[in-house]
């Protein structure tokens, strides 16, 4: 782990979502839909921001390496929530797969949330929720990027 695990993201990417389209009301009906975005480093490489461009929002994503924890975390904005900075997730890489876990509240409901990175040549994001504490999670987004 290092300073240098997210370098893979650095660039301008197509990104084919999946994702549930009430994921505060836990619906169950599936959207598909495709965003553009672009991440660099900055501090030396020990942080990575990222836009992500929907066709009616806009998010974006902190990332920031702490070597004294010898962990990430990692923050997320969009205009759908303005003012609002999502709790950090905290997590690092072990073989080309990423997790990152963290506390926050979705629809009124407390809730863990998880990210999986897988890294590659089309890298893959996934998010789930645990609404029992990590015992059971739900996937709810899924990200597949590709150069562009």
């Known amino acids: ?79 759908r929530a303005p003012g609002k900075l999502d709790p950090p997730l905290e997590g690092r890489f072990t073989d080309g797969h990423g997790v990152f876990l963290g506390d926050d509240e979705v629809g009124g409901h407390a809730v863990k949330v998880r990210f999986d990175w897988t890294v590659g040549e089309e890298p893959l994001w996934q998010q789930q929720f645990s609404y029992d504490g990590g015992e059971t999670w739900e996937q709810n987004w899924v990200m597949r990027f590709t150069r562009a």
Do not use: C
């Open 1 to 79: 782990m290092s300073a240098n695990d997210f370098d893979f993201l650095h660039g301008r990417w197509r990104v084919a979502n999946r994702k549930i389209a009430d994921i505060a009301g836990r619906g169950t009906d599936w959207v598909e839909f495709e965003t553009s975005a672009e991440a660099r480093p900055l501090l030396g490489g020990a942080a990575i921001i990222d836009s992500v461009f929907a066709e009616d929002w806009e998010g974006m994503t902190l990332r920031q390496y702490d070597p004294a924890a010898d962990v990430w975390r990692i923050w997320w904005a969009s205009t």
